[in-house]
């Protein structure tokens, strides 16, 4: 087995191009952060989870535009510089003003795992970085972080995340899967919860987990496969495969046993059967605005998204990356969301939402705007067919707009009421 050589580091530079390129196409952004610490970025592998703090004075016009200049940005990259194919592959994904940053009513968990690059408010970011750490962690970090290593608990799907746009270093990504995709973020989170208190990088979760876990036969893999850059032939092959994926299903085991002890939202009858503790998570109390923001809180750049997707360079493969979003953003952007609002506003639950769409035309929504939810619904209900990838992604973009302008009064409208029905 053959390995490519490391690629130089170049996500510094990635970083304050994308930045500036993005600020030059819409000036309201105003600073710049990513998941995960800089350390974290492994070139050649890992793709850029940016995060765009924009001015408070935003409207629905505003992001549906920041949709498509950042959209251009990513296209405009991709066909300048191949080589940065995997650090653009999708837009940023939440996407906020800075009184959205710092209210609590829309405090999102993840905000604890940003890193900033670049800010035009001199001081800003870091004064956001240091509320942030005096917040402390709640029942709302609770419920995100349990939620996730429940997502993530198991064994690893050899299936699940396939290789795209990494050129020569693709067969490393097997192992990078693995260790950094599916091991780490709910390693990350456990270890939230059991020091009770925040931190950024998944690097600094591995070490944190490896002192307090010693024991566990996982590290000695894990540390070996990073120390050589992936480039084990081995651990690529069996029975050495099966006995890594073995050591993580156990790793992930024993945290599990440990954060037994610690959490709050899953009754002590459950035990340690994470399916248990996954319907106690979905019972649990949540704040409405939370509920919607954790379903739709990458719309605000989805039309850019596609729009990319569909124009992208033949060097710049999308067919799975349109059908990942074709599967989930119907239910993310639409059915949820538009849930979550009748059940505050009515106090009843509605199993189909296209029923409340009469009911909301003329009145918080226009006719234009309930039209265009429906034809958003009949473009994501049903699987796209094979090779219509691109088209598909076109006709939703085209009619997102007044979709999204749906969303955000729904949203709004969620966000204003202080007693919720029910």
């Not at 950042?70 to 003003?97: D, F, M, Q, S, Y």
């Not at 940053?101 to 800010?119: I, K, N, V």
């Not at 610690?262 to 399916?275: E, S």
């Amino acid at each position: 087995m053959r390995f490519a050589p490391k690629p130089e580091n170049d996500f510094a530079c990635f970083i304050r191009t994308y930045y500036v390129e993005c600020r030059h196409r819409f000036d309201k952004i105003e600073a710049i952060a990513g998941k995960w610490m800089f350390r974290d970025l492994i070139p050649g592998l890992s793709d850029f989870d940016a995060r765009l703090i924009v001015s408070n004075a935003m409207t629905a016009d505003d992001w549906c535009r920041m949709s498509t200049a950042v959209g251009g940005t990513h296209l405009a990259l991709c066909r300048k510089c191949p080589a940065w194919a995997r650090k653009l592959e999708h837009l940023p994904g939440i996407n906020l003003t800075w009184q959205e940053l710092l209210a609590e009513r829309t405090y999102y968990p993840e905000y604890q795992q940003w890193s900033f690059y670049d800010c035009e408010v001199p001081g800003q970011a870091g004064a956001v970085s240091e509320r942030l750490g005096r917040r402390g962690l709640d029942a709302k970090d609770e419920l995100f972080h349990l939620k996730r290593f429940c997502t993530y608990f198991g064994r690893y799907n050899r299936t699940i995340d396939p290789a795209i746009n990494m050129g020569v270093q693709a067969n490393k990504y097997p192992l990078h899967s693995r260790l950094m995709h599916y091991f780490t973020p709910p390693l990350h989170s456990a270890m939230f919860l059991l020091e009770n208190r925040p931190f950024v990088g998944k690097f600094e979760a591995l070490e944190m987990a490896a002192a307090r876990f010693a024991e566990l036969e996982c590290w000695d893999h894990l540390w070996e496969i990073l120390a050589a850059d992936y480039m084990t032939p081995k651990w690529y092959e069996e029975p050495y495969l099966t006995e890594l994926e073995d050591a993580l299903e156990d790793g992930l085991a024993a945290i599990r046993d440990a954060l037994r002890d610690v959490i709050t939202l899953v009754p002590r009858k459950a035990g340690i059967d994470v399916t248990a503790w996954k319907k106690a998570l979905a019972r649990a109390p949540a704040d409405p605005v939370a509920e919607i923001l954790d379903n739709a809180r990458f719309s605000r750049m989805m039309k850019g998204r596609l729009q990319f997707y569909a124009d992208a360079p033949p060097h710049f493969d999308t067919t799975w990356l349109i059908r990942n979003e074709l599967g989930r953003i119907g239910q993310s952007f639409f059915v949820n969301p538009f849930r979550v609002f009748w059940k505050t506003v009515s106090g009843q639950m509605v199993d189909d939402p296209l029923t409340i769409l009469p009911e909301l035309r003329g009145g918080l929504l226009s006719s234009e705007e309930v039209e265009a939810v429906e034809r958003f619904h009949r473009l994501t209900v049903r699987p796209c067919a094979e090779g219509k990838e691109k088209e598909a992604a076109r006709a939703i973009a085209g009619v997102f707009d007044g979709f999204f302008h749906a969303l955000s009064k729904i949203h709004r409208e969620v966000l204003s009421s202080r007693h919720p029905k029910g």
